[in-house]
């Protein structure tokens, strides 16, 4: 295969990631406008939008934040939302997922036009959503109701036949990868973690290692690779078959022709 031979498995996961959601978030703009939403998407400020994926963030991978708590989904310790997930998340979708302008001067973050639609269904869905004192009307739901969002996003009829349809189901799988990486602690100058990342606490990861002394992981505690006697009777076997054959001498007996 060609290509870089030093992608790894998770960067291609990742980059795979971001292509699906450019082929779907590439039309954001055209399709908010043509369903009248452009221009609230336009208005989402920065501060409504981290707000909005503190909610989406903690609807994936609740903890011990508020926004997990006002949902009624929490967890003992930090989840999504203290991993630091929400800042790369954005950078993300404005960064990797550049979208076409439209018009002089004019052009909308893939955030802010995200984060417009996770608040216009949270809106349908329960428009007295008091879960929390949240600017975001998204972070006040329910997990249920959150559950309800994605639902209706998925399913709404305005984006038959568009590949804004597909994004509704990738966002939560892209929250949940970022969130269970090291990106949020991740100093990219140095390729090393500033403290430790939460997916690590959660699973019980020990850190990057190369190998472990102590043999870690061998089948019912085995500490060494040792044969079996199954495999060394067939390698013996093996051996017995690969002695060149001994050729017999003709012994003349005398007297005989």
Same mark, same amino acid.
């Given at each position: 295969? &060609?290509?870089?031979?030093?992608?790894?498995?998770?960067?291609?996961? =990742?980059?795979?990631?971001?292509?699906?959601?450019? #082929?779907?978030? #590439?039309?954001?703009?055209?399709?908010? /406008?043509?369903?009248?939403?452009?221009?609230?998407?336009?208005?989402?400020?920065?501060?409504?939008?981290?707000?909005?994926?503190?909610?989406?963030?903690?609807?994936?991978?609740?903890? /011990?934040?508020?926004?997990?708590?006002?949902? +009624?989904?929490?967890?003992? *310790?930090?989840? +999504?939302?203290?991993?630091?997930?929400?800042?790369?998340?954005?950078? @993300?979708?404005? $960064?990797?997922?550049?979208?076409?302008?439209?018009?002089? *001067?004019?052009?909308?973050?893939?955030? &802010?036009?995200?984060?417009?639609?996770?608040?216009?269904?949270?809106?349908?869905?329960?428009?007295?959503?008091?879960?929390?004192?949240?600017?975001?009307?998204? @972070?006040?739901?329910?997990?249920?109701?959150?559950? =309800?969002?994605?639902?209706?996003? =998925?399913? /709404?009829?305005?984006? =038959? #036949?568009?590949?804004?349809?597909?994004? #509704?189901?990738?966002?939560?799988?892209?929250? *949940?990868?970022?969130?269970?990486? $090291?990106?949020?602690?991740?100093?990219?100058?140095?390729?090393?973690?500033?403290?430790?990342?939460?997916?690590?606490?959660?699973?019980?990861?020990? *850190?990057? @290692? $190369?190998?472990?002394?102590?043999?870690? &992981?061998?089948?019912? +505690?085995? %500490?060494? @690779?040792?044969?079996?006697?199954?495999?060394?009777?067939? $390698?013996?076997?093996?051996?017995?078959?690969?002695?060149?054959?001994?050729?017999?001498?003709?012994?003349?007996? %005398?007297? %005989?022709?």
């Amino acid at each position: 295969m &060609g290509g870089d031979a030093g992608v790894t498995r998770r960067t291609l996961l =990742e980059r795979a990631a971001v292509v699906a959601l450019v #082929g779907g978030l #590439g039309q954001l703009p055209q399709l908010l /406008d043509a369903h009248g939403l452009l221009e609230e998407a336009q208005a989402q400020s920065p501060d409504l939008v981290v707000d909005t994926f503190n909610g989406l963030v903690a609807f994936i991978l609740p903890g /011990d934040d508020a926004y997990s708590v006002a949902q +009624g989904e929490s967890a003992n *310790g930090p989840g +999504g939302v203290g991993a630091g997930t929400v800042g790369p998340f954005i950078a @993300a979708l404005d $960064e990797f997922v550049p979208l076409a302008a439209l018009g002089p *001067g004019a052009t909308l973050p893939a955030s &802010g036009g995200v984060a417009s639609l996770l608040n216009r269904y949270a809106t349908e869905v329960a428009p007295a959503a008091a879960g929390g004192a949240f600017p975001s009307q998204f @972070a006040r739901l329910s997990f249920a109701q959150k559950a =309800e969002v994605f639902r209706r996003f =998925e399913a /709404d009829p305005a984006w =038959e #036949g568009t590949a804004l349809r597909f994004v #509704g189901g990738i966002l939560p799988g892209f929250v *949940g990868f970022m969130a269970a990486s $090291e990106v949020g602690v991740l100093d990219p100058a140095s390729r090393t973690t500033a403290s430790r990342p939460v997916s690590w606490e959660l699973s019980k990861y020990a *850190g990057p @290692a $190369e190998g472990h002394a102590e043999l870690r &992981g061998y089948w019912r +505690g085995h %500490k060494a @690779a040792a044969k079996s006697k199954r495999v060394k009777r067939w $390698e013996a076997k093996g051996r017995r078959r690969r002695r060149p054959r001994r050729r017999r001498r003709r012994v003349r007996r %005398k007297g %005989k022709a």
